[in-house]
């Protein structure tokens, strides 16, 4: 199946902006670093991730823990004959018990994902409270999860994708709503 570019939401300033603007919400909401840490799901919200802990560390002067959190084994939809999935590693190097957890991925659309990340998240402690950052809201929900940090919310169609690009892997940074073409 071919996709075929619809339209560009966010290029890469814009994306940049966007960071910024989640980051200084985090810090605001959260009064500082203290007990924060930030977990990207693999793939997107690893890099996402860690430009928001770059980000933070040069604005509060203060280093923050960060994770990788891969959710392979935990989607609910693995029974249903989708091809045998690549499992990533997950990466946390410390305990979440008590800590204020902030998880990162590119785009929210069914909650599936995010539902996922959580259940993962618990085999590592009990956090006090997770939050969720997104570049992308992109609507409809399957399960009732939302945002606490959204760059920009964009209407799609079910059948649309959205692709995030990232600098690290093709060179650019940018969100495009894709097409497609049976």
Do not use: C, W
């Not at 809201?137 to 169609?157: C, F, M, S, W």
């Amino acid at each position: 199946m071919t996709r075929r570019a619809k339209e560009l939401v966010i290029d890469g300033e814009t994306m940049d902006r966007a960071l910024v603007r989640l980051t200084h919400d985090m810090l605001e909401r959260n009064q500082g670093v203290e007990d924060l840490v930030l977990i990207g799901i693999r793939t997107g919200g690893v890099y996402l991730a860690e430009r928001i802990r770059s980000k933070i560390e040069k604005i509060e002067n203060a280093k923050i823990p960060s994770g990788i959190v891969d959710i392979t084994l935990y989607r609910d939809d693995s029974a249903i004959g989708l091809p045998r999935p690549l499992v990533g590693k997950t990466e946390m190097p410390f305990s979440l018990m008590n800590k204020k957890v902030i998880l990162v991925d590119d785009v929210l659309y069914t909650g599936r994902t995010v539902r996922a990340a959580m259940d993962a998240l618990i085999d590592f402690g009990r956090p006090r409270f997770i939050q969720l950052a997104v570049l992308i809201d992109r609507g409809h929900r399957e399960l009732p999860i939302q945002a606490d940090y959204v760059g920009k919310k964009v209407l799609t169609a079910p059948q649309d994708e959205v692709a995030v690009l990232f600098r690290e892997v093709a060179g650019k940074d940018q969100v495009v709503i894709q097409e497609k073409i049976p």
